[in-house]
């Protein structure tokens, strides 16, 4: 097998401001594996939270490229899924490379190798309960984010989104004046009344100030509150969920798998993110970890291509809320595959992720 890289920026159609910093745009790294003629994709993007800039990911997926040399074939590799101990982030666009390829040398699609629910439950063709007809693919209604912005300027966007078809909008929250951002729900809950809103302040409360704003968004209508404390107490997260009259998401305190076991049955939800987890293989795991346990599902990403959010759409059908609209920030997604602008994104049943690339950046070999 041969691997390749190519990096390209990814320009965001308007700079994205939460709790702790400000995004206008973001590397990203393609991995390419090549085997027989056939070529399998994967993403890893940069992240200052996660100390990943585009030298280490280019070093660490350059590593990894040559490693796979010791595999006759991508199968092989795929079911070792060797780590070693290369960041999430890059395990993950390995692992995607390699599902894509596997993909297209079965001829199945990516959810077809997890064995996405959707793949298992196959419905009967009307009229025929005897002959099934194939599996669907997963899809899911996937929230929208909306940034810290002036309420006038969210309850537009609201507007705009709900007119496109999101029934989702997630909500950046964390401003300096917490009167801000119940301005800035009330807005968008005025624009889009039937959304389900969800609310992110990325780890800027205190649990005195959560205790206080929680029962607000909740007469607000919020559904679900993420990471609203900041990471790293375990104990104060799951203290607050038992106090508090919404459902907590922990994201930024659940990264590993250890994250979540501890967690897990203490908090209502935790937000899988493959680039944190490790990969479409680690989120089953974590899936299955929490299975009856009161904590649910989300499945998150960071703002990456269409390429980088892929895996994640094929799991989708797994999760309670799915907020998989990274690649929807972007100025100009340079892959299609998964749809998403009338807010539901939607696996392929094409061989491997199903996705394509529209243009060609640069490239330097692995």
């Excluded at 060797?82 to 079965?106: F, H, I, Q, Y």
């Excluded at 959707?118 to 899911?140: F, H, V």
């Excluded at 960071?302 to 990274?326: E, K």
Aim: proline share 7%; glycine share 10%; net charge negative.
């Amino acid at each position: 097998m041969k691997a390749t890289l190519r990096t390209v920026r990814l320009a965001l159609a308007e700079p994205l401001r939460i709790s702790r910093s400000t995004m206008t745009a973001r590397d990203a790294v393609w991995f390419t594996v090549e085997h027989e003629g056939l070529t399998g994709h994967g993403e890893a993007v940069t992240s200052v939270y996660y100390g990943l800039n585009t030298a280490e990911l280019e070093r660490q997926l350059y590593e990894a490229g040559l490693d796979l040399g010791r595999f006759g074939d991508p199968e092989s590799a795929l079911r070792e899924r060797p780590a070693g101990n290369r960041p999430p982030a890059v395990t993950a666009a390995v692992e995607a490379a390699l599902l894509d390829l596997c993909g297209k040398r079965s001829g199945l699609p990516a959810h077809r190798l997890l064995d996405a629910k959707s793949a298992r439950t196959a419905p009967s063709t009307p009229g025929t309960p005897s002959a099934p007809s194939a599996p669907s693919a997963p899809s899911a209604r996937t929230a929208r984010t909306i940034g810290i912005v002036p309420a006038e300027r969210a309850a537009a966007q609201a507007r705009s989104l709900a007119d496109s078809g999101f029934t989702v909008i997630k909500v950046k929250a964390g401003a300096p004046d917490p009167e801000d951002d119940l301005d800035r729900v009330r807005a968008i809950a005025s624009a889009a009344p039937r959304a389900r809103l969800l609310l992110d302040p990325n780890g800027a409360w205190t649990s005195a100030e959560a205790l206080q704003l929680l029962p607000r968004y909740a007469e607000l209508g919020v559904e679900a509150v993420e990471q609203p404390l900041a990471p790293g107490d375990h104990e104060a997260l799951a203290r607050l969920a038992e106090r508090s009259p919404l459902p907590l998401i922990a994201d930024e305190d659940a990264v590993t798998y250890e994250d979540v076991r501890r967690l897990a049955g203490r908090v209502h939800g935790v937000n899988v993110k493959l680039a944190k987890c490790g990969g479409p293989y680690e989120a089953l795991r974590i899936a299955e970890l929490i299975e009856g346990s009161g904590t649910e599902l989300m499945l998150g990403c960071l703002t990456a291509s269409t390429l980088g959010l892929a895996p994640a759409v094929h799991l989708a059908d797994r999760a309670r809320w799915a907020d998989l609209d990274g690649h929807l920030l972007l100025a100009d997604d340079p892959w299609t595959g998964i749809g998403g602008a009338d807010g539901v994104v939607r696996a392929s049943e094409l061989p491997g992720l199903g996705v394509r690339e529209r243009r060609v950046g640069r490239e330097d070999a692995a």
